[in-house]
């Protein structure tokens, strides 16, 4: 089957958890490569003056990925706006510094980081599957290395991210061929705000540990959606790509 696409000013990407951090970096990298851009987020005030800074090419939707109805009517609102929707990245995610030992970890608290890890990205995926049909479209899951390793008291979201892997290659096996889907495991990306990476500069111990000699960055990750994204990737689909600097290759041993 070959894939025609369209010209990437006429394109437009739904990027959920666009607000800040990894979010931010990929919706800002699309604006700048000609892309319409969603930017949506649960957090309203910061994420509409996001989407103001990002210019007119930019709209903002507010929506918590965990629940159905907000999913089916942020669709509903791109769709109406722009007419068509060409890509998904779901980013959305929910992760704590220090998780809670598996011994104190509440139902409650495993359900909801599940509910916006994995069901949201389910919920984004099958909303928006009909319109991504149409533009042959992609959809770019953000997971973790930490789908595939772990530190101690992870349970909650090492079992979202790797559920998302999963998701990822049933998706494209579902989804194809008009819609290719894939995902992203980045590993460390200092994905703070500008005046707190100023203020709090990591240290050289922290890069030099990485195989490449730094952590990673927002672009870093923006760069590699956007390439997905298009059609230089056209025969990719159902895959993981790990962006962490080569640190999952490196052995290490207590000295």
Same mark, same amino acid.
């Given at each position: 089957?070959?894939?025609?696409?369209?010209?990437?000013?006429?394109?437009?990407?739904?990027?959920?958890?666009?607000?800040?951090?990894?979010?931010?970096?990929?919706?800002?990298?699309?604006?700048?490569?000609?892309?319409?851009?969603?930017?949506?987020?649960?957090?309203?005030?910061?994420?509409?003056?996001?989407?103001?800074?990002?210019?007119?090419?930019?709209?903002?939707?507010?929506?918590?990925?965990?629940?159905?109805?907000?999913?089916?009517?942020?669709?509903?609102?791109?769709?109406?706006?722009?007419?068509?929707?060409?890509?998904?990245?779901?980013?959305?995610?929910?992760?704590?510094?220090?998780?809670?030992?598996?011994?104190?970890?509440? !139902?409650?608290?495993?359900?909801?980081?599940?509910?916006?890890?994995?069901?949201?990205?389910?919920?984004?995926?099958?909303?928006?599957?009909?319109? !991504?049909?149409?533009?042959?479209?992609?959809?770019?899951?953000?997971?973790?290395?930490?789908?595939?390793?772990?530190?101690?008291?992870?349970?909650?979201?090492?079992?979202?991210?790797?559920?998302?892997?999963? !998701?990822?290659?049933?998706?494209?096996?579902?989804?194809?061929?008009?819609?290719?889907?894939?995902?992203?495991?980045?590993?460390?990306?200092?994905?703070?705000?500008?005046?707190?990476?100023?203020?709090?500069?990591?240290?050289?111990?922290?890069?030099?540990?990485?195989?490449?000699?730094?952590?990673?960055?927002?672009?870093?990750?923006?760069?590699?959606?956007?390439?997905?994204?298009?059609?230089?990737?056209?025969?990719?689909?159902?895959?993981?790509?790990?962006?962490?600097?080569?640190?999952?290759?490196?052995?290490?041993?207590?000295?």
């Amino acid at each position: 089957m070959s894939l025609t696409f369209a010209p990437v000013e006429l394109r437009v990407a739904l990027v959920t958890g666009a607000a800040r951090g990894i979010g931010l970096g990929i919706a800002a990298w699309l604006v700048a490569e000609g892309w319409r851009v969603v930017v949506a987020d649960i957090e309203q005030e910061r994420g509409a003056k996001v989407a103001a800074a990002l210019g007119e090419r930019a709209l903002f939707v507010a929506l918590d990925v965990a629940d159905e109805s907000q999913v089916e009517s942020a669709v509903a609102q791109v769709i109406g706006q722009f007419g068509r929707l060409d890509a998904l990245v779901n980013n959305a995610g929910l992760a704590t510094a220090q998780g809670q030992p598996l011994e104190s970890l509440a !139902l409650a608290e495993w359900r909801k980081v599940l509910g916006v890890n994995l069901d949201g990205p389910m919920l984004m995926a099958k909303h928006c599957a009909p319109y !991504l049909r149409e533009q042959q479209g992609a959809i770019v899951n953000i997971a973790s290395t930490r789908a595939r390793q772990s530190e101690p008291h992870s349970e909650a979201y090492a079992a979202s991210k790797g559920g998302l892997l999963a !998701l990822t290659h049933a998706l494209a096996i579902s989804l194809g061929p008009e819609v290719r889907v894939n995902a992203l495991c980045p590993g460390w990306i200092d994905a703070r705000d500008a005046h707190v990476r100023e203020a709090e500069p990591l240290s050289a111990t922290d890069h030099e540990q990485h195989p490449v000699g730094r952590v990673g960055t927002v672009e870093d990750v923006a760069a590699c959606v956007a390439w997905l994204l298009s059609g230089n990737a056209g025969f990719i689909s159902g895959e993981a790509i790990t962006l962490d600097g080569g640190m999952t290759r490196k052995m290490i041993y207590r000295e």
